[in-house]
């Protein structure tokens, strides 16, 4: 085994969202600790440990056997960074940063950004503006709850991601039913967080992200992220536009707000991507987390701006300056073809990429005779997708709506 120092990379991800991050990672020796056997990851990785246990809902408080895994792989290969994409990892990857002494957000940080109402107490703290909020332990405390704020409101798991579990409640005789759906995530997922559920108070307007690095407590917006969702109540994700000459890049309030949240919460060093709500009042904080943006934002800043996410959060990682360089000036967006019902998927049918000028890519997320099941009884029921990028917004937005026009889903319903 070559004693060349290696970074470690905690957990992968589905191919389709992550295989041009590993690609980037490729550039240097990468060592991947997973729950099973790499497939399409063994030609960007040097090498790698299967910990069966790693995707268990517990890892982020029984990490016990991914420590030992660490330990044993440091006795014999220098490791001079860790990361993961993954937000059921981030926890487990901080505290193995933590005890090698390498850049991270750090374990305690980590907490605070995936406890959510930990998230929401420290913010009130330090004066940044965000929704109002409460922690409810039964649906009771729930329905009062949302009698004090007014409706509607939002009730989330604490320390989930992807909204898995959130929904749009609109009067008290759907809060029981909100409570159910939202305590039930919670309980399905990281169990640390598992019961109750955080209320908070809906706010309109449209929602946008963005992701930063920090680095000794100095943090630089990479790019903002445009939003777009299914039907309510829930708040699934259906594709994101990125403008290199976004003007929110340049909004000295909004970054204000950004450098004051990051500090209530502790960040210091690290990757973080900030989900925030524009009302007509000013923008406000939703949640911040320490890591990249998921989905395919990462693939869509290279192709808007020439920013490599994965490349640079490595860098962080390892203690090396990040190199923020943007050499591309344009939009770039994707949308996700999803399920209209429960059923078994057979097929979606894409475009050919060579008849829409701007159309960069298509692909299916799912494989014939997958069930798929619409919230709340599932989630990211996810089917296909299509990435463009063009010019400018106006143009980048037509041609995805183009090739989206062309794509057909087939599905069996469930009887």
Same mark, same amino acid.
């Given at each position: 085994?070559?004693?060349?120092?290696?970074? #470690?990379?905690?957990?992968?991800?589905?191919? /389709?969202?992550?295989?041009? @991050?590993?690609?980037?990672?490729?550039?240097?020796?990468?060592?991947?600790?997973?729950?099973?056997?790499?497939?399409?990851?063994?030609?960007?990785?040097?090498?790698?440990?299967?910990?069966?246990?790693?995707?268990?809902?517990?890892?982020?408080?029984?990490?016990?056997?991914?420590?030992?895994?660490?330990?044993?792989?440091?006795?014999?290969?220098?490791?001079?960074?860790?990361?993961?994409?993954?937000? &059921?990892? @981030?926890?487990?990857?901080?505290?193995?940063?933590?005890?090698?002494?390498?850049?991270?957000?750090? *374990? !305690?940080?980590?907490?605070?950004?995936? +406890?959510?109402?930990?998230?929401?107490?420290?913010?009130?703290?330090?004066?940044?503006?965000?929704?109002?909020?409460?922690?409810?332990?039964?649906?009771?405390?729930?329905?009062?709850?949302?009698?004090?704020?007014?409706?509607?409101?939002? #009730?989330?798991?604490?320390?989930?991601?992807?909204?898995? !579990?959130?929904? &749009?409640?609109?009067?008290?005789?759907?809060? $029981?039913?909100?409570?159910?759906?939202?305590?039930?995530?919670?309980?399905?997922?990281?169990?640390?967080?598992?019961?109750?559920?955080?209320?908070?108070?809906?706010?309109?307007?449209?929602?946008?992200?963005?992701?930063?690095?920090?680095?000794?407590?100095?943090?630089?917006?990479?790019?903002?992220?445009?939003?777009?969702?299914?039907?309510? =109540?829930?708040?699934? $994700?259906?594709?994101?536009?990125?403008?290199?000459?976004?003007?929110?890049?340049? +909004?000295?309030?909004?970054? /204000?707000?950004?450098?004051?949240?990051?500090?209530?919460?502790?960040?210091?060093?690290? &990757?973080? *991507?900030?989900?925030?709500?524009?009302? =007509?009042?000013?923008?406000?904080?939703?949640?911040?987390?320490?890591?990249?943006? !998921?989905?395919?934002?990462? *693939?869509?800043?290279? @192709?808007?701006?020439?920013?490599?996410?994965?490349?640079?959060?490595?860098?962080?990682?390892?203690?090396?300056?990040?190199?923020?360089?943007?050499?591309?000036?344009?939009?770039?967006?994707?949308?996700?073809?999803?399920?209209?019902?429960?059923?078994?998927?057979?097929?979606?049918?894409?475009?050919?990429?060579?008849?829409?000028?701007?159309?960069?890519?298509?692909?299916?997320?799912?494989?014939?005779?997958?069930?798929?099941?619409?919230?709340?009884? !599932?989630? &990211?029921?996810?089917?296909?997708?299509?990435?463009?990028?063009?010019?400018? +917004?106006? $143009?980048? $937005?037509?041609?995805?709506?183009?090739?989206?026009?062309?794509?057909?889903?087939?599905?069996?319903?469930?009887?």
């Amino acid at each position: 085994m070559s004693t060349e120092p290696v970074l #470690l990379v905690v957990g992968t991800g589905p191919k /389709e969202y992550r295989e041009e @991050l590993f690609r980037s990672l490729s550039r240097s020796r990468v060592w991947l600790l997973s729950d099973q056997e790499p497939t399409w990851q063994r030609q960007y990785v040097s090498g790698y440990t299967v910990i069966p246990r790693l995707n268990s809902a517990q890892v982020s408080t029984n990490i016990t056997f991914l420590l030992e895994a660490v330990r044993k792989l440091a006795a014999s290969v220098p490791i001079r960074g860790v990361l993961t994409f993954e937000e &059921m990892f @981030l926890s487990a990857t901080c505290q193995i940063a933590d005890e090698f002494g390498l850049p991270s957000l750090g *374990h !305690g940080v980590a907490e605070n950004c995936r +406890d959510k109402e930990r998230t929401r107490q420290l913010l009130t703290d330090s004066g940044v503006r965000q929704p109002r909020f409460a922690f409810a332990r039964t649906a009771a405390e729930a329905a009062s709850i949302g009698e004090d704020f007014g409706y509607p409101v939002v #009730l989330k798991p604490r320390g989930l991601a992807g909204s898995i !579990g959130v929904i &749009m409640v609109r009067s008290q005789a759907d809060i $029981e039913t909100g409570f159910q759906i939202a305590a039930s995530a919670a309980r399905d997922g990281a169990q640390r967080h598992g019961g109750g559920a955080l209320v908070e108070q809906f706010l309109a307007g449209p929602e946008i992200a963005v992701d930063s690095v920090v680095v000794d407590g100095r943090l630089e917006p990479m790019y903002i992220i445009r939003k777009r969702f299914g039907p309510e =109540p829930f708040f699934e $994700e259906t594709g994101q536009t990125i403008n290199a000459g976004d003007p929110l890049l340049l +909004d000295a309030g909004l970054i /204000e707000m950004l450098r004051t949240a990051h500090t209530a919460l502790g960040i210091r060093t690290g &990757m973080t *991507h900030t989900e925030i709500r524009l009302t =007509p009042d000013g923008p406000v904080i939703i949640e911040v987390n320490g890591r990249l943006a !998921g989905d395919f934002v990462p *693939h869509l800043a290279k @192709l808007a701006m020439g920013l490599d996410g994965a490349t640079i959060a490595a860098r962080v990682a390892c203690g090396e300056p990040p190199l923020i360089e943007r050499q591309v000036h344009r939009s770039a967006a994707h949308q996700i073809v999803y399920a209209d019902r429960d059923g078994t998927f057979n097929a979606v049918s894409l475009p050919r990429t060579e008849s829409h000028p701007n159309l960069v890519a298509t692909g299916t997320l799912l494989s014939a005779g997958a069930a798929v099941a619409l919230p709340p009884r !599932g989630y &990211m029921a996810r089917l296909g997708y299509a990435i463009v990028a063009a010019p400018s +917004d106006t $143009e980048c $937005e037509a041609s995805l709506a183009a090739a989206v026009a062309e794509m057909s889903v087939d599905i069996t319903p469930a009887r």
